[in-house]
């Protein structure tokens, strides 16, 4: 798919380059066409305008004109009666035999046109009926053909090489700009593998609990009360992991909603911290709290409940035994910050920057023995982002690991 999506990408900005690079070069062609073939009319509507066998202007070079100078272009005109015969002809500048004259005259009086092309000799004409008879300029077209095919070929050559160029920058962005598409998608499929083995070890036990249960039909529910309990208690693992990641799927959709209600944090983070206080006497570790007082916060108190509660759990299943487990509450002056630091071992830098993801576990045998998911950091992420917060960790032998939340005030 994403090989597909790449050459997708490269394709879409090859063509729109190729459009715009097909524009600018169409417009400057058009652009050069109409101004040489301005100077071509230019030049012969003042042959016409002069008297015919009149010396061509005088051009100084050096000096610079006080008006624009006629363009010495190959021009020559004629002057013909009302028969079409031809009474005198001005080609100063030119060589044209009275053939070719006689030839191109009749050809333009014949067109009826007052101005034209006449493509197999390479000349523009210019008609004008006088008192005198009908004047005709013609000028040659050769210079102008010429430097519009090497504007072409010149515009053709840079195109190429432009668009060469481009595609060897659109083959780098390509992977640059699909590389975050690249790591979500490989984030889904383990994701779906990941929740999908989750699910798959409740399932087992329950199926294998009802086939015991359905086995010995003829005995009573109170002969089989443990395959009961285990069956429930597997039905409610499910369901926190379904929970859970209805959750993460609601925050990634921003469906998750925040109540906005001002509270006692410090008294939220309380009312999170006492109840701990026996888990941690029960497994030996000693609790620490530092809290300041009457900290107001705006939020959705369940959703901060939650995100304390799983920090608490998180260091109380890692201190070890004998270990300490200390949360802090302060108040800075834009923001509060919430950290808790649990003593045991520290966490490596291969494991630091994963900590956050969904299913993600540093000791996938540990989690299991305590019944994690490896879901409650990715919980605690989500829901500081949906409080416009940021979290993060700090892991080493001397200072244990500390999980950090700020909250901005404003």
């Not at 380059?17 to 101004?35: E, R």
């Not at 060589?95 to 000799?121: F, N, P, T, W």
């Not at 095919?149 to 481009?166: E, P, Y």
């Not at 029960?282 to 959705?300: F, H, V």
Request: proline share 4%.
């Amino acid at each position: 798919m994403i090989r597909k999506l790449r050459r997708k990408f490269i394709f879409i900005n090859m063509t729109l380059v190729s459009l715009v690079l097909i524009i600018v070069f169409a417009s400057i062609c058009i652009f050069s066409y109409q101004q040489t073939k301005a100077e071509s009319y230019d030049v012969m509507q003042r042959v016409i305008n002069s008297d015919i066998g009149m010396a061509p202007p005088t051009v100084e070079i050096g000096n610079r004109p006080p008006k624009k100078a006629m363009p010495m272009l190959p021009v020559f005109g004629v002057l013909l009666d009302d028969q079409g015969q031809l009474i005198s002809a001005a080609r100063e500048n030119v060589i044209v035999s009275d053939d070719m004259i006689a030839e191109v005259s009749k050809r333009a009086l014949a067109s009826g046109s007052q101005e034209g092309i006449l493509y197999d000799q390479r000349l523009r004409f210019l008609l004008k009926q006088t008192p005198e008879g009908a004047r005709i300029a013609f000028a040659d077209m050769t210079r102008e053909l010429d430097a519009i095919t090497n504007l072409l070929i010149t515009l053709l050559l840079v195109g190429a090489g432009g668009l060469a160029a481009f595609f060897l920058v659109s083959l780098f962005l390509s992977g640059w700009a699909l590389n975050p598409v690249e790591k979500a998608w490989e984030q889904q499929r383990q994701f779906v593998a990941d929740a999908s083995h989750e699910l798959k070890t409740p399932l087992t036990v329950i199926l294998a609990n009802t086939g015991i249960l359905l086995a010995h039909r003829q005995d009573t529910i109170d002969q089989h009360s443990k395959w009961v309990e285990y069956t429930q208690a597997e039905a409610n693992r499910m369901k926190k992991l379904v929970e859970d990641l209805l959750f993460l799927a609601k925050s990634d959709a921003a469906q998750s909603p925040v109540l906005q209600t001002s509270m006692n944090f410090s008294d939220l983070v309380w009312s999170c911290f006492l109840p701990f206080e026996s888990v941690a006497y029960e497994q030996g570790i000693i609790s620490n709290s530092e809290i300041a007082p009457d900290i107001t916060l705006i939020g959705d108190e369940g959703q901060l409940k939650q995100l304390a509660v799983i920090l608490l759990d998180n260091s109380c299943k890692y201190a070890g035994k004998g270990g300490t487990v200390t949360l802090t509450l302060k108040r800075l002056p834009e923001s509060v910050c919430l950290s808790v630091t649990n003593t045991g071992a520290p966490i490596s830098s291969e494991h630091l920057e994963h900590i956050f993801e969904r299913f993600y576990r540093s000791d996938s045998s540990r989690s299991r023995e305590q019944g994690g998911y490896g879901l409650g950091l990715a919980i605690a992420k989500a829901i500081v982002e949906n409080h416009r917060g940021r979290i993060s960790v700090e892991s080493s032998e001397a200072a244990g690991t500390t999980f950090s939340v700020c909250f901005p005030l404003k």
